[in-house]
């Protein structure tokens, strides 16, 4: 009984000790020093990204004097309301790119998952070894600074004011806008026949346009139909043209003795602003080796994009558009600052690609449109 | 023989109860008399296409209906039921004279010089919003911002009067007015230019940048593109291809490209394809 208290009394004090190391970073510290190879540590890194422990993520940087920390969650988590504020990070994936005794580049894949599906972002990441200690050497985020002044936005902005409930039969409407599909093509994919092309806004009005299309068999009959969905800028302003791409998963162009084209356009209110230039677009490979269309978005107008969606088509050497692909930018635009972007091509149609036109869909919180 | 004599009977039972004779053709909102022949009481129906009227009358004497009982257009029925049985006659209300005019003009925007693009359809009604289906002569008046008015008479036929017009050579808001009598209605239509003519861009080298406009947009009957109206901007140099889609800003587009060495610089509007130029390199 006499050795009792004094045992607990040691177990006790043992316990507070240890929730004291724990409370104050010891465990953490024993992560970090456990990353005893590169591939630890970018994966204990991505981890605490995953979860959003940016205080630890930071932590894990070997170059964490060089930021603040504020910059490092921004370059992550997005800022502006950009589409990454509206992403997690579903997975990720690490692989080694080159190894040396002391120091390594390691290249991971991030899967975002986002309100408008999957994004991935890859990044090749510098990996320093301190001591007994692998760790990550953060790229600095670079963040354009707009120098403060006065853009004059004064582009054209359309209503409508449309026949009211009240007015008798027969009283004047205003018509909906005039939309002409001026190219179409229907593409064999190994899994699914896709229906590709452009439509152009004949009209002095903006139109709200949608393209849909019926796969016809040999008997006439309807198989399937379907949208264009957002593989098109609904919002088109006069003498606009806007690719579409319309998929039919499941069908093979075999089956397919004819197609059916609809385009619906209605009128909207739209405004001309903002103006999005799409600068240095070239054909060229991501770090994975696949073809993709790269360039960035610059926004001239003076208020923030939130989300942007690069549509893009493809011709052939006749002119003929062969092929249509997107892709969302995860950063907002913020006004004269250049925003990277990557849009997928598929290698086969890559060797194929004569040129092509970029258009940009947009969307702003405080339009709303 | 035995059928025959049973229906002779009918008839001459009929005819002594009494018979209703109504006018063939009757003006709709005029009031008029329907004489009956027999004697007694008896009670009388109107059925028209709006509704139905009862009241009691007496046989042998005329039965006046109301102004207000015949608005509506078309096949009425008058029935008369005494004790003896029932007898009807049917007969016509036609519209009254032209008071209304319902107007349809498509489309609300036209490009200039189009033909036959302007299609005026014009219903004609009495006061009641009966349709008039006697031919009548409608006035369709074209009244351009600039130049002659047109008048082109046009007779409805069954109650319609249409015709199409080309649409001029100048943009701007057009009024079309249909008139019957004294009904008259007007409509506004919007010429709008077409697409742009001799579409050309210069260049003009700023410090960090190039400044591209276009000359002032005009179709190829002179009138200016309207503002909002989408030019494309193409450039191709040594860091790849830009491009940017403007919309005319007081006629003109214009738009600032960075450029890298030798450029050359398109532009496009629509299906419509501009000039191109080549600038040498050394910004």
């Given at each position: 009984?006499?050795?009792?208290?004094?045992?607990?009394?040691?177990?006790?004090?043992?316990?507070?000790?240890?929730?004291?190391?724990?409370?104050?970073?010891?465990?953490?510290?024993?992560?970090?020093?456990?990353?005893?190879?590169?591939?630890?540590?970018?994966?204990?890194?991505?981890?605490?990204?995953?979860?959003?422990?940016?205080?630890?993520?930071?932590?894990?940087?070997?170059?964490?004097?060089?930021?603040?920390?504020?910059?490092?969650?921004?370059?992550?988590?997005?800022?502006?309301?950009?589409?990454?504020?509206?992403?997690?990070?579903?997975?990720?994936?690490?692989?080694?790119?080159?190894?040396?005794?002391?120091?390594?580049?390691?290249?991971?894949?991030?899967?975002?998952?986002?309100?408008?599906g999957?994004?991935d972002?890859?990044?090749?990441?510098?990996?320093?070894?301190?001591?007994?200690?692998?760790?990550?050497?953060?790229?600095?985020?670079?963040?354009?600074?707009?120098?403060?002044?006065?853009?004059?936005?004064?582009?054209?902005?359309?209503?409508?004011?449309?026949?009211?409930?009240?007015?008798?039969?027969?009283?004047?409407?205003?018509?909906?806008?005039?939309?002409?599909?001026?190219?179409?093509?229907?593409v064999?994919r190994?899994?699914?026949?896709v229906?590709v092309g452009?439509?152009?806004?004949?009209?002095?009005?903006?139109?709200?346009?949608?393209?849909?299309?019926?796969?016809?068999?040999?008997?006439?009959?309807?198989?399937?139909?379907?949208?264009s969905?957002d593989m098109i800028s609904?919002?088109?302003?006069?003498?606009?043209?806007s690719p579409y791409r319309i998929d039919?998963?499941?069908?093979?162009?075999?089956?397919?003795?004819?197609?059916?084209?609809?385009?619906?356009?209605?009128?909207?209110?739209?405004?001309?602003?903002?103006?999005?230039?799409?600068?240095?677009q070239?054909m060229d490979?991501d770090?994975?080796?696949k073809n993709v269309l790269r360039g960035?978005?610059?926004?001239?107008?003076?208020?923030?994009?939130?989300?942007?969606q690069v549509l893009a088509d493809y011709y052939?050497?006749?002119?003929?558009v062969i092929w249509v692909s997107d892709g969302y930018v995860?950063?907002?635009?913020?006004?004269?600052?250049?925003?990277?972007f990557a849009v997928d091509v598929p290698d086969d149609v890559a060797?194929k690609i004569?040129?092509y036109h970029v258009l940009v869909n947009?969307?702003?919180?405080?339009?709303?449109? | 023989?035995?059928?025959?004599?049973?229906?002779?009977?009918?008839?001459?039972?009929?005819?002594?109860?009494?018979?209703?004779?109504?006018?063939?053709?009757?003006?709709?909102?005029?009031?008029?008399?329907?004489?009956?022949?027999?004697?007694?009481?008896?009670?009388?129906?109107?059925?028209?296409?709006?509704?139905?009227?009862?009241?009691?009358?007496?046989?042998?004497?005329?039965?006046?209906?109301?102004?207000?009982?015949?608005?509506?257009?078309?096949?009425?029925?008058?029935?008369?039921?005494?004790?003896?049985?029932?007898?009807?006659?049917?007969?016509?209300?036609?519209?009254?004279?032209?008071?209304?005019?319902?107007?349809?003009?498509?489309?609300?925007?036209?490009?200039?010089?189009?033909?036959?693009?302007?299609?005026?359809?014009?219903?004609?009604?009495?006061?009641?919003?009966?349709?008039?289906?006697?031919?009548?002569?409608?006035?369709?008046?074209?009244?351009?911002?600039?130049?002659?008015?047109?008048?082109?008479?046009?007779?409805?036929?069954?109650?319609?009067?249409?015709?199409?017009?080309?649409?001029?050579?100048?943009?701007?808001?057009?009024?079309?007015?249909?008139?019957?009598?004294?009904?008259?209605?007007?409509?506004?239509?919007?010429?709008?230019?077409?697409?742009?003519?001799?579409?050309?861009?210069?260049?003009?080298?700023?410090?960090?940048?190039?400044?591209?406009?276009?000359?002032?947009?005009?179709?190829?009957?002179?009138?200016?593109?309207?503002?909002?109206?989408?030019?494309?901007?193409?450039?191709?140099?040594?860091?790849?291809?830009?491009?940017?889609?403007?919309?005319?800003?007081?006629?003109?587009?214009?738009?600032?490209?960075?450029?890298?060495?030798?450029?050359?610089?398109?532009?496009?509007?629509?299906?419509?394809?501009?000039?191109?130029?080549?600038?040498?390199?050394?910004?």
């Open positions: 009984m006499k050795a009792f208290l004094p045992l607990f009394i040691g177990l006790v004090t043992a316990g507070l000790v240890a929730m004291a190391w724990v409370e104050s970073g010891g465990l953490a510290l024993h992560e970090m020093r456990s990353a005893g190879t590169p591939q630890e540590a970018v994966e204990a890194l991505v981890t605490d990204i995953q979860s959003r422990n940016w205080d630890r993520a930071y932590a894990r940087l070997a170059n964490s004097n060089d930021f603040e920390k504020q910059a490092f969650i921004r370059d992550l988590a997005g800022s502006s309301g950009s589409l990454r504020t509206y992403s997690s990070l579903e997975s990720f994936k690490v692989w080694p790119v080159e190894a040396g005794a002391d120091d390594a580049t390691m290249r991971v894949r991030l899967n975002w998952s986002s309100a408008v999957p994004l972002d890859v990044r090749d990441l510098e990996v320093k070894k301190e001591g007994n200690v692998w760790k990550v050497v953060w790229p600095k985020p670079q963040f354009a600074k707009v120098p403060p002044q006065v853009i004059p936005v004064n582009y054209l902005r359309w209503d409508v004011i449309g026949r009211g409930p009240t007015d008798d039969w027969g009283v004047q409407n205003v018509d909906n806008p005039n939309v002409r599909i001026t190219s179409m093509n229907a064999e190994p899994d699914r026949v229906i452009e439509v152009v806004n004949e009209d002095t009005v903006p139109a709200y346009v949608n393209v849909n299309a019926t796969l016809l068999n040999s008997d006439s009959k309807p198989m399937d139909q379907e949208g969905f609904h919002t088109l302003l006069p003498r606009q043209v039919f998963p499941g069908f093979h162009l075999q089956q397919v003795k004819s197609v059916r084209m609809d385009v619906k356009a209605m009128l909207v209110p739209a405004s001309a602003d903002p103006v999005i230039a799409v600068t240095d070239k490979k770090p994975l080796g960035a978005l610059v926004n001239q107008s003076g208020q923030t994009v939130n989300i942007a052939d050497a006749n002119g003929r995860d950063q907002a635009l913020e006004p004269q600052v250049a925003v990277p060797s004569h040129n947009h969307y702003s919180i405080h339009e709303g449109s | 023989m035995l059928r025959l004599t049973a229906c002779l009977l009918l008839l001459m039972r009929l005819a002594a109860f009494g018979e209703v004779h109504p006018p063939a053709q009757v003006t709709a909102g005029k009031g008029f008399s329907i004489s009956t022949t027999g004697s007694g009481d008896a009670s009388f129906y109107l059925i028209s296409p709006g509704h139905v009227a009862k009241r009691e009358v007496k046989l042998g004497q005329d039965i006046p209906v109301d102004a207000s009982d015949v608005k509506k257009a078309g096949r009425y029925l008058a029935i008369a039921c005494g004790s003896g049985g029932c007898n009807s006659a049917a007969f016509y209300v036609m519209a009254a004279e032209p008071d209304k005019v319902s107007f349809f003009l498509h489309p609300s925007r036209v490009r200039v010089k189009s033909n036959d693009a302007i299609n005026a359809t014009a219903f004609v009604f009495d006061q009641f919003y009966n349709l008039v289906l006697t031919p009548v002569t409608v006035d369709f008046k074209v009244i351009p911002k600039t130049g002659p008015p047109i008048d082109r008479p046009i007779k409805s036929n069954l109650g319609v009067a249409w015709m199409r017009v080309a649409s001029t050579p100048k943009q701007g808001p057009v009024k079309v007015i249909a008139e019957v009598g004294k009904a008259s209605e007007p409509r506004v239509i919007q010429q709008v230019a077409s697409d742009a003519c001799n579409l050309r861009i210069k260049a003009t080298r700023t410090a960090k940048a190039v400044l591209i406009e276009t000359d002032p947009l005009r179709d190829c009957s002179g009138n200016a593109i309207p503002d909002g109206t989408i030019v494309s901007f193409t450039e191709i140099d040594g860091k790849g291809k830009t491009t940017v889609d403007v919309p005319i800003k007081k006629g003109i587009a214009r738009t600032q490209l960075p450029v890298n060495g030798r450029a050359k610089i398109s532009v496009a509007s629509g299906v419509v394809i501009g000039n191109e130029i080549s600038l040498g390199g050394g910004l």
